[in-house]
């Protein structure tokens, strides 16, 4: 009865616990709880070891691990279903089986070539699969293991400014297989004194990262001149408010929210994403009323401050001009096309100056293979988008003010880590955050939007200033460390000092290079399952 037990039961369910146990953590804020995915892929590999003895092990491995997988995505990231509907439930089949197909590879190449090789490409292959889920059109990075094992301790991750969120991906990965392969070694010899090595070893990975890390928490020191900056909290709710009621009026609330909260020695005010919306043309910027208006009162009250809003944004092309791919024929016309941004303008007494948003969120701002596919662009539509894609600009930039350089970056992008770094590389002294979480409502969302805001200020060692249309808006410090925050959906400012810090990480410099490194790698043993004959063990 117990071998049935444990051949037909044990490895699903352990498969399960580890898939579903590896999602958790985006759920819980506890302290350190984030800690547990360095054991969590444990029994997972009991669980394939198991199977890989028994028949059909491909299939039974890949159907136990989606279905672990979906159930995990539904825990901890359901809440998508709020803005996609049931095209949430499709796209978390889509988010479960790449991940899969990885562990699948890992399984086979395990099986052939061993469990040395097998545990090398468990490492190399899951590090891989992060990345290359970071460079394709259709995405949502928010379950990937360097993000998770931190939950909100940032003391525990400060050498991410050498390695990014890949390499604490890379951590959690080989602690797993390092745990595992003591415990399997232990099950063969039946004496704990033949795994003093592998037990030191397992030791060594977990604590020594955490160790470096608190070292560098409590040494770091803010690096930089001092700025005042004031936050807009506007609370207009996305559903009923936000596109529905007059946006002078909307515009004037902000003005007078800001104008109560500036001081002699703010020099930057930032207002959420898509404050500014109602034909605003990037060919005609400085003729457009709302931003006029904003401008005369800087100059009447407040000279010295500039002003970051969003901007829901339109740039027309004439015929002899060429557009863009993402340009759309405008109605009525055969010689006037029309491209629509979702940008961040920053606004001084007699300047303007324009990001335009680069990361767009799949669906509902950028439609892929949509001229492959036409269909898509009636997806999209009831998605909540336009049935087409927004346009984009190639390269980041910066916007600039008297005191400060800084990167504006608008809600998706602050998820890619690597892209974010090419701001940094090019000058940024700070990065400012414009956002609007409200079209999630009261879901975990935007608790976890928010998370990676932590991520990228360690990697870059940049001051973070985060400005959510319904929250969260706050100030992070260098190290990771929230200075102050705004509660959610409060209508509210919030005013402190940011430090401009100049000098760059290795991880500005270099960016994803373990993601890189990780494929090579997972190249090489590829090309090895071709090339080596069969081993045991």
């Known amino acids: ?33 984030g800690l547990l995915l360095l054991f969590v892929f444990v029994p997972f590999l009991i669980g394939e070891d198991i199977l890989s003895k028994q028949k059909w092990h491909k299939l039974k491995l890949f159907s136990t691990t989606l ?30 089986s790449l991940p899969t197909l990885f562990l699948l590879l890992y399984h086979i190449i395990k099986k052939k070539l061993g469990i040395k090789y097998g545990l090398c490409s468990f490492v190399a292959l899951w590090v891989c699969y992060e990345f290359i889920y970071l460079q394709i059109p259709i995405n949502f990075p928010a ?27 890379a951590w959690v990965m080989i602690c797993n297989a390092l745990l595992f392969y003591t415990f399997r070694k232990k099950h063969l010899t039946g004496n704990w004194k033949a795994c003093k090595t592998n037990i030191v070893l397992s030791c060594c990975a977990i604590i020594l990262p955490l160790l470096i890390s608190l070292a560098m928490y409590y040494s770091y020191e803010e690096k930089g001149e001092k700025m005042e900056c004031v936050l807009v909290q506007s609370n207009l709710d996305p559903y009923t408010e936000k596109f529905s009621t007059d946006r002078e009026s909307q515009l ?22 898509t404050a500014l919306e109602g034909n605003i043309w990037y060919n005609e ?32 092309y004439i015929s002899k001009e060429e557009p863009t791919e993402s340009a759309q024929l405008a109605n009525g016309t055969d010689n006037i096309w029309i491209d629509f941004y979702n940008a961040a303008g920053l606004i001084s007494s007699n300047n303007v100056q324009v990001y335009k948003k680069s990361k767009l969120v799949p669906g509902t701002e950028y439609v892929p293979f949509i001229k492959e596919l036409p269909f898509l662009k009636e997806w999209s539509k009831k998605l909540g988008g336009g049935g087409s894609s927004r346009g984009t600009q190639k390269e980041p930039s910066l916007l600039y003010t008297k005191d400060a350089n800084l990167a504006s970056v608008i809600c998706f992008e602050s998820l890619f880590g690597d892209y974010l770094s090419k701001f940094v590389k090019i000058g940024a002294e700070a990065i400012v955050i414009i956002t609007n979480d409200g079209r999630w409502n ?30 969260i808006s706050a100030f992070i410090n260098q190290r990771g460390d929230i200075i102050s925050e705004t509660t959610w959906w409060e209508k509210c400012t919030l005013t402190d000092t940011i430090h401009l810090n100049q000098e760059q990480t290795f991880y500005s410099k270099y960016g994803d290079w373990i993601g890189y490194l990780s494929c090579i790698c997972s190249l090489i043993l590829i090309l090895l399952y071709f090339i080596k004959p069969k081993q045991k063990g």
């Not at 071998?3 to 953590?25: A, E, N, R, T």
């Not at 509907?85 to 988010?95: E, K, M, R």
């Open 285 to 316: 910027l400085e003729k457009n009323h709302l931003i006029r208006k904003i401008q005369w009162n800087i100059q009447q009250y407040a000279p010295n401050v500039s002003v970051i809003a969003g901007m829901d944004m339109m740039q027309y």
């Open 442 to 471: 009261n879901t975990r969302g935007y608790k976890q939007h928010f998370r990676m805001s932590i991520l990228r200020a360690i990697e870059n060692r940049r001051d973070v200033v985060r400005c959510g249309n319904t929250g």
């Open 252 to 273: 004037d609330t902000m003005l007078l929210m800001a104008y109560r909260a500036v001081t002699p020695e703010t020099r930057l005010v930032v207002f959420p994403e």
């Open 1 to 33: 009865m117990k071998k049935k037990i444990q051949k037909h039961i044990l490895p699903y369910l352990l498969i399960i616990i580890s898939c579903v146990g590896f999602c958790i953590p985006l759920n819980i804020d506890k302290a350190y709880v």
């Open 143 to 169: 379950i990937y293991a360097g993000f998770l094992v931190y939950t909100t301790n940032s003391n525990i991750i400060q050498w991410y400014e050498y390695t990014g969120v890949l390499g604490g991906t």
């Open 67 to 96: 279905v672990g997988l979906y159930l995990g995505n539904i825990i901890s990231i359901g809440w998508l279903g709020k803005l996609l509907s049931t095209w949430a439930y499709l796209f978390l089949i889509y988010n479960s």
